[in-house]
Structures are given as structure tokens and as C-alpha cells.
Nanobody, 127 residues
Framework: QLQLVESGGGLVQSGGSLRLSCAASGFTLDNHAIGWFRQAPGKKREGLACISSDNGNTYYGDSVKGRFTVSRDNAKNTAYLQMNNLQPEDTAVYYC????????????????????WGRGTQVTVSS
């Protein structure tokens, strides 16, 4: 079964940090770009950070630039999202997604129509 599984979410105080993981099973991530997205209740899905298959290119949304860092370890078939200085407005369900055929990482983040999606992990930031 081809799937992505997110982990690492939880409850954290304002100013704290979390690292999310996105593990692939049933396929390898080597040739896939990876993106991180989130959706808060009543809000549209937001593209946060996307990384190309070769680690060469990244894109960050304005709301997380300078605070979040996307990375990948193809040997572990896993991607990560390091989140620092978390704020209450970062509270949402966080999803990872992967696709082999993207135009640019910016497009991937802004207009996601991607092959594989995880089920999400909840991140809650208390004030």
C-alpha cells in the first residue's frame, strides 16, 4: 500500500518548537518533490514548504518563512518540517504530500494537485 504517514505533532507552548516527520511506505521518495501543508478549522489549505527531489530547491510560504525548515533524508525515505517559534495561529492539521511530476516547488506549494497525501497530524500551540 502506497502511503505517507505524518508524525511529531502535539501540543506546544507559544515560542516552542516541533519537528514533523513524513514517512513513505510502498514507494520511494527519491524522485518525488515533497510539500508540507496545513489546514485550520474554517480556513483554506495553506502551502507551507516544498522541497525538490534533489534537495536543490525549496519554497516557503510567507507565514512560515524564517521559522520553518523543510528537509529530507532519502536514505530513510522520510521528510521533515522543523518548526520554530510556534505561535497560536500555527494551530492546524499538518499534512505532507509528494509527487513525481511538478513544475516548480513554488507551484507545488501554491497549487497542489499531488499524487500522494498523508492523513495529517494535529499541531496545537497554546498562548
Amino acid at each position: 500500500q502506497l502511503q505517507l504517514v505524518e508524525s511529531g505533532g502535539g501540543l506546544v507552548q507559544s515560542g516552542g518548537s516541533l519537528r514533523l516527520s513524513c514517512a513513505a511506505s510502498g514507494f520511494t521518495l527519491d524522485n518525488h518533490a515533497i510539500g508540507w501543508f496545513r489546514q485550520a478549522p474554517g480556513k483554506k489549505r495553506e502551502g507551507l514548504a516544498c522541497i525538490s527531489s534533489d534537495n536543490g530547491n525549496t519554497y516557503y510560504g510567507d507565514s512560515v518563512k524564517g521559522r520553518f525548515t523543510v528537509s529530507r533524508d532519502n536514505a530513510k525515505n522520510t521528510a521533515y518540517l522543523q518548526m520554530n517559534n510556534l505561535q497560536p495561529e500555527d494551530t492546524a492539521v499538518y499534512y505532507c504530500a509528494a509527487d513525481e511530476a511538478i513544475t516548480t516547488v513554488r507551484t507545488m506549494c501554491l497549487f497542489p494537485a499531488l499524487d500522494y497525501w498523508g492523513r495529517g497530524t494535529q499541531v496545537t500551540v497554546s498562548s
